[in-house]
């Protein structure tokens, strides 16, 4: 069959398909055997997996306690028990909160603060260094001098103050990280730019009289966002770490909400204490052990799978 407008066959439609897809589906092919050398890249893809598995698994492992709200954890007001009393596998906390409970259901906490942050960050980092690396003059000063004032303060000073103006919450902990977050990636993006603009393939797409907008944002971004991959692969467990760390110190929610580190800090002041059930007594490990592991493989996980990802994506690292 032939398009009469075109005077293209089917099968040669098919084969011009088939001679642009090969070499990119090589790439992909030879990208997963690089992933496949790494071992620290397995354990962290794997140690994801599972994580992410457990978020979206979180109604049937623990099922909500109060539909309306399932962060909130369920409680019995009564003096914390060891794990395994009463049906609590992981013990219960602060206030009676079950730990079972805020461990699977902040598994989903942690990946929507993180992804979210992450994803906003990254887009307003990417569409401002953009601008600034391609039209350059007085575009990229303005830019770049904003940027730089974002960078002169201390992030987690920065955080820490909006989240004491707009009050605490874990959503005022996702915008006051989405607010010190972004400048590093316009910061990453812009050198990618300025450096992948004086390509001869741009220089082509140029020369045939494409708009300005899309040379930036069809032939340079995208061959620009290999870094801000890496970068933004390593950032998901860096802001589950810096917002648990803001819940810690009392900027997060408030205390039975399933969220790691407001859970470890409801466990801190246990630390060195000793609680009675049953006439035994117990130091209670288990109300910030089991929350601070969960933070501990988290970052590990994106971590190492940020690193590999560089191993994949760095032209450098793949020879």
Same mark, same amino acid.
């Given at each position: 069959?032939?398009?009469?407008?075109?005077?293209?066959?089917?099968?040669? /439609?098919?084969?011009?398909?088939?001679?642009?897809?090969?070499?990119?589906?090589?790439?992909?092919?030879?990208?997963?055997?690089?992933?496949?050398?790494?071992?620290?890249?397995?354990?962290?893809?794997?140690?994801?997996?599972?994580?992410?598995?457990?978020?979206?698994?979180?109604?049937?492992?623990?099922?909500?306690?109060?539909?309306?709200?399932?962060? #909130?954890?369920?409680?019995?007001?009564?003096?914390?028990?060891?794990?395994?009393? *009463?049906?609590?596998?992981?013990?219960?906390?602060?206030?009676?909160?079950?730990?079972?409970?805020?461990?699977?259901?902040? /598994?989903?906490?942690?990946?929507?603060?993180?992804?979210?942050?992450?994803?906003?960050?990254?887009? &307003?980092?990417?569409?401002?260094?953009?601008?600034?690396?391609?039209?350059?003059?007085?575009?990229?000063?303005?830019?770049?001098?904003?940027?730089?004032?974002?960078?002169?303060?201390?992030?987690?000073?920065?955080?820490?103050?909006?989240?004491?103006?707009? +009050?605490?919450?874990?959503?005022?902990?996702?915008?006051?990280?989405?607010?010190?977050?972004?400048?590093?990636?316009?910061?990453?993006?812009?050198? #990618?730019?300025?450096?992948?603009?004086?390509?001869?393939?741009? *220089?082509?797409?140029?020369?045939?009289?494409?708009?300005?907008?899309? &040379?930036?944002?069809?032939?340079?971004?995208?061959?620009?966002?290999?870094?801000?991959?890496?970068?933004?692969?390593?950032?998901?467990?860096?802001?589950?770490?810096?917002?648990?760390?803001?819940?810690?110190? +009392?900027?997060?929610?408030?205390?039975?909400?399933? *969220?790691?580190?407001?859970?470890?800090?409801?466990? #801190?002041?246990?630390?060195? +204490?000793?609680?009675?059930? *049953?006439?035994?007594?117990?130091?209670?490990?288990?109300?910030?052990?089991?929350?601070?592991?969960?933070?501990?493989?988290?970052?590990?996980?994106?971590?190492?799978?940020?690193? +590999?990802?560089?191993?994949?994506?760095?032209?450098?690292?793949?020879?």
């Amino acid at each position: 069959m032939t398009d009469k407008k075109s005077g293209i066959s089917a099968a040669s /439609a098919f084969g011009q398909f088939k001679k642009s897809i090969t070499p990119r589906m090589r790439e992909i092919r030879f990208s997963m055997y690089l992933a496949r050398k790494s071992l620290l890249a397995m354990i962290g893809l794997a140690i994801v997996i599972i994580i992410v598995s457990i978020a979206l698994l979180a109604p049937v492992l623990a099922p909500p306690a109060n539909p309306l709200d399932p962060m #909130q954890m369920p409680r019995d007001f009564m003096t914390p028990k060891p794990p395994g009393a *009463e049906g609590y596998a992981f013990g219960t906390g602060k206030l009676g909160t079950d730990i079972y409970y805020g461990v699977i259901w902040g /598994a989903r906490t942690s990946i929507y603060v993180s992804v979210f942050v992450v994803m906003i960050a990254a887009f &307003v980092g990417i569409i401002l260094g953009s601008l600034a690396g391609f039209y350059g003059g007085l575009i990229d000063e303005v830019l770049m001098r904003v940027t730089d004032v974002f960078l002169s303060i201390p992030s987690l000073i920065l955080a820490m103050a909006v989240c004491a103006v707009l +009050g605490r919450s874990l959503d005022n902990i996702m915008l006051a990280l989405t607010m010190v977050w972004w400048p590093p990636y316009a910061r990453l993006i812009r050198g #990618q730019v300025l450096s992948v603009r004086e390509s001869v393939y741009v *220089e082509a797409a140029r020369a045939v009289g494409s708009k300005k907008s899309r &040379v930036l944002f069809r032939h340079i971004v995208p061959n620009s966002l290999s870094p801000i991959l890496v970068s933004a692969t390593m950032d998901i467990g860096v802001v589950v770490l810096v917002a648990a760390g803001l819940s810690y110190i +009392g900027f997060g929610p408030p205390s039975g909400t399933a *969220e790691w580190g407001k859970m470890v800090s409801d466990g #801190q002041q246990y630390f060195t +204490g000793t609680i009675f059930y *049953e006439g035994v007594a117990y130091n209670p490990w288990w109300m910030w052990v089991f929350p601070g592991t969960m933070i501990f493989f988290f970052v590990m996980g994106f971590n190492l799978l940020g690193d +590999g990802l560089r191993d994949i994506l760095d032209p450098r690292l793949r020879r």
